[in-house]
T-cell receptor
Framework: GENVEQHPSTLSVQEGDSAVIKCTYSDSASNYFPWYKQELGKGPQLIIDIRSNVGEKKDQRIAVTLNKTAKHFSLHITETQPEDSAVYFCAAKVGNEKLTFGTGTRLTIIP | SAVISQKPSRDICQRGTSLTIQCQVDSQVTMMFWYRQQPGQSLTLIATANQGSEATYESGFVIDKFPISRPNLTFSTLTVSNMSPEDSSIYLC????????????FGPGTRLLVL
């Protein structure tokens, strides 16, 4: 089955700087890659997703890039703000099959 | 996007007892999922619940321990039976991920502490 690795497990960046979180997946058939943000005491919130027919997707300060050849995808957050502090999870799946999650990255924005 | 609510939001239970968690969605959905998130860990799928059929359980999870009901397209329940401290986790309901839209949404979670 699918295996998703996520790095780093923790990340601290100065407010205003950029943050990058990387994930690799094992199943070359995977074609959907969402990213979730989980704040303390809340459920995971979808922040951006990408399908395998697209190499990059942006939504304001957030972007996701996908390299199908290398089987990795990354989350980029620019101009970080204190409210970006949370745990971020990547995930991957093949079509309508189940999501496989990464292990999570705890992002801390230092004011 | 779907709006998902869960009840209770949190509970403290004694070992050996059972707790039923409810999940309500504001629209009809085909697929509903139940996840467990142990403290500081990632999300682990317990089972997939489709209306009108038996739930499909992942490896390591059994129906006797985690019975699931799915009476209609907007509601599901997960029961955690004969609880032990190892069952202390966040339990999350999720919907979506089928048809042409692969997007999956999560509820706020139920925080369970077993003493």
């Amino acid at each position: 089955g699918e295996n998703v690795e996520q790095h780093p497990s923790t990340l601290s960046v100065q407010e205003g700087d950029s943050a990058v979180i990387k994930c690799t997946y094992s199943d070359s058939a995977s074609n959907y890659f969402p990213w979730y943000k989980q704040e303390l005491g809340k459920g995971p919130q979808l922040i951006i997703d990408i399908r395998s027919n697209v190499g990059e997707k942006k939504d304001q300060r957030i972007a996701v890039t996908l390299n199908k050849t290398a089987k990795h995808f990354s989350l980029h957050i620019t101009e970080t703000q204190p409210e970006d502090s949370a745990v971020y999870f990547c995930a991957a799946k093949v079509g309508n099959e189940k999501l496989t999650f990464g292990t999570g990255t705890r992002l801390t924005i230092i004011p | 996007s779907a709006v998902i609510s869960q009840k209770p939001s949190r509970d403290i239970c004694q070992r050996g007892t059972s707790l039923t968690i409810q999940c309500q969605v504001d629209s009809q959905v085909t697929m509903m999922f139940w996840y467990r998130q142990q403290p500081g860990q990632s999300l682990t799928l317990i089972a997939t619940a489709n209306q009108g059929s038996e739930a499909t359980y992942e490896s390591g999870f059994v129906i006797d321990k985690f019975p699931i009901s799915r009476p209609n397209l907007t509601f599901s329940t997960l029961t955690v039976s004969n609880m032990s401290p190892e069952d202390s986790s966040i339990y999350l309901c999720s919907v979506g991920g089928s048809g042409s839209s692969w997007t999956q949404y999560f509820g706020p979670g139920t925080r369970l502490l077993v003493l």
